[in-house]
């Protein structure tokens, strides 16, 4: 076997293992190790009697909060959004409402001043676009209170969100706590984003039983308002990293699946995309962050394994094609090329053919999975270019 072989046989070796291990072995483990742990704590349930619940404070012990919610010309979800406001429950003389207006050019911000005159909210009016780095520093500025939930201007939450996330703040060494959420969206969301969503959001639950929560949604999380520290102009990814500031300061970050809102996905890949693209370059630009985290080895080992590794992902994938190349003297390899041109090939159906093949579940996976790979490699461009800014708005 020559030089060029061998190289090319640590890379292919090296490459599928690590893809194998993201998306097989990682889960099968954090499965194993999650029904370990909850076995465990059954038994101790069994013999003490102890309920493992976090328990729902009295009212009058419930913490002041301030949700915050950043926008950009959301005329179309506002009216929605302002009525499930006003559903929540929870002690009105312990909550407040932030709405910052980062540069809105459509009735976004008449909507809210009106809302505004009423007394249900308080608005933070920004002339020009600055980016949601801009607009969740001048939100928390605003706000009042030691409890700050964010959200989007388009996730409705049930109506006991924001008790039940408040309710683990009784704890003081708790610094932030994690929402669930649940995808609506069109008949192709629900076959690629959705069905992918289900996958991300039982690796979510399992982490957050082993106390390994490391990132949340910008739809719906909770923070402590001493963990906020103000974000820069290129911090694309708040969700990841104002979580990973408070586990930094010492606090614990929790998930909550009760905590419950809703989202709408984009309603093609196409959509999901461009969103996937900014949120690559936020990734790579959060890299720099993450020299030295405060993590346990349950946390570290599931940033690494959920997060980083599908950061570099792309790159192995093309890392595995191409030594394959170098190896097609091999049956087994000959094989295994041909299953990646299977794969390709299907993704590539899914892309042409994607209406018709919307009635067949899980047709559109493939494709989804490579359009992803390939919104990190654009993301990744932008990044080494400087391409991107911080600034956001919304996809259809």
Same mark, same amino acid.
């Given at each position: ?188 969301? /629900? ?12 690796? /979510?639950? $399992?982490?957050? +039983? ?14 402590? +308002? ?103 003297? /091999? ?25 018709? $093949? ?13 359009? $992803? ?24």
């Amino acid at each position: 076997m020559s030089i060029v072989q061998n190289v090319a046989l640590w890379c292919f070796w090296i490459s599928c293992g690590v893809v194998v291990y993201t998306y097989i072995l990682y889960p099968v483990i954090l499965f194993l190790v999650y029904a370990f742990v909850q076995v465990r704590r059954d038994v101790r349930f069994l013999l003490g009697r102890r309920d493992r619940r976090a328990g729902e404070p009295a009212t009058t012990e419930l913490p002041s909060v301030s949700l915050i919610v950043a926008a950009y010309n959301e005329e179309t979800s506002l009216a929605e959004k302002l009525a499930n406001i006003q559903a929540l429950d929870y002690p009105r003389d312990r909550f407040e409402v932030v709405f910052v207006s980062d540069g809105s050019t459509d009735r976004t911000n008449s909507i809210l001043q009106a809302a505004a005159e009423t007394g249900e909210i308080r608005c933070v009016f920004l002339e020009q676009r600055g980016g949601k780095p801009r607009a969740l520093n001048h939100a928390v500025a605003e706000a009042r209170n030691d409890i700050l939930v964010f959200s989007d201007a388009s996730t409705l939450f049930a109506p006991n969100v924001v008790r039940m996330l408040a309710r683990h703040f009784t704890s003081r060494d708790v610094g932030a706590v994690c929402g669930a959420v649940r995808l609506l969206g069109s008949a192709e969301s /629900h076959q690629t984003e959705g069905a992918y969503w289900k996958f991300e959001s039982a690796l /979510h639950l $399992m982490e957050g +039983r082993l106390g390994a929560t490391v990132t949340a949604s910008g739809a719906i999380y909770a923070l402590r +308002r001493t963990c906020f520290k103000s974000l820069q102009p290129g911090d694309i990814i708040d969700d990841f990293l104002v979580p990973m500031q408070a586990r930094q300061m010492g606090y614990r970050v929790l998930h909550d699946p009760e905590a419950l809102a809703t989202e709408f996905s984009a309603d093609s890949v196409k959509g999901e995309f461009t969103r996937r693209v900014r949120l690559a370059t936020g990734s790579f630009r959060a890299l720099s962050r993450l020299r030295s985290p405060f993590l346990g080895s349950v946390a570290g080992w599931a940033l690494f394994s959920h997060k980083i590794l599908r950061w570099i992902l792309p790159f192995l994938l093309i890392g595995v094609l191409v030594s394959n190349l170098f190896l097609l003297n /091999h049956s087994l390899y000959r094989i295994i090329f041909l299953c990646q041109l299977a794969f390709y090939a299907w993704a590539g159906l899914g892309f042409l053919f994607r209406q018709r $093949m919307q009635r067949v579940r899980y047709a559109l996976i493939g494709y989804f999975l490579v359009a $992803m790979h390939v919104a990190f490699l654009v993301g990744f461009w932008r990044y080494l270019w400087r391409q991107a800014d911080s600034t956001w708005q919304r996809v259809n």
